[in-house]
């Protein structure tokens, strides 16, 4: 998930993020990131993971031997940086560790095996977010040119990502204690 369309030149995408400029949305987007894992989950019989190689190596692994083995659809989302990020690709592994550690990009698999045994089918390999978002977007052209454009609108598309957040690791730290 390189969170834009990067085949033709890096234009917004529903993957793409709160306060991102993007080709076609310079002025950053207002609308918060498809939750592409959250509508696979949803389904109930498909294995999913949501991964950063740089993050976490062994959650990395484990997704995929998880989702190999799995009897079903699979489907790994990894956080893939991307030129249109506007970083030195070469900080890559770096930037996904605190993408991860941030709750930016939270780290789980959901195996639906483990439903059928009792207990939870999502698995939060996440901890609480302990990294300020800020320190991520800053590092990125693609919230930089957001704030060089409008300061405010830009601390104001921060803090509504923030709360996007916020409430994206409560919902799945529910869903992670919930048992079939």
Not at 1 to 16: L, P
Not at 65 to 80: D, K, L, M, R, T
Not at 93 to 109: D, I, T, V
Not at 128 to 149: G, I, N, S
Request: charged letters at 20%; a negative charge.
């Amino acid at each position: 998930d390189t969170e834009v369309y990067s085949n033709t030149g890096g234009q917004q995408s529903k993957a793409t993020p709160t306060a991102a400029a993007a080709k076609f949305a310079v002025a950053g987007k207002t609308g918060g990131k498809k939750d592409l894992g959250l509508m696979a989950m949803a389904y109930g019989h498909v294995y999913v993971a949501q991964v950063a190689f740089g993050a976490k190596d062994s959650q990395t692994l484990k997704a995929f031997q998880e989702a190999e083995s799995y009897p079903g659809p699979s489907v790994i989302i990894a956080y893939s940086h991307c030129i249109a990020h506007g970083y030195d690709l070469v900080h890559g592994l770096e930037h996904q560790k605190l993408a991860a550690e941030s709750g930016y990009w939270p780290l789980f698999r959901f195996d639906p095996r483990r439903g059928a045994n009792g207990d939870s089918p999502l698995m939060l390999d996440s901890a609480d977010p302990r990294a300020a978002v800020e320190a991520l977007l800053a590092a990125e052209t693609r919230f930089q040119l957001t704030d060089k454009h409008d300061h405010a609108r830009y601390t104001e598309l921060v803090h509504q990502m923030e709360h996007q957040i916020k409430h994206r690791f409560a919902l799945y730290h529910e869903l992670a204690h919930v048992h079939d």
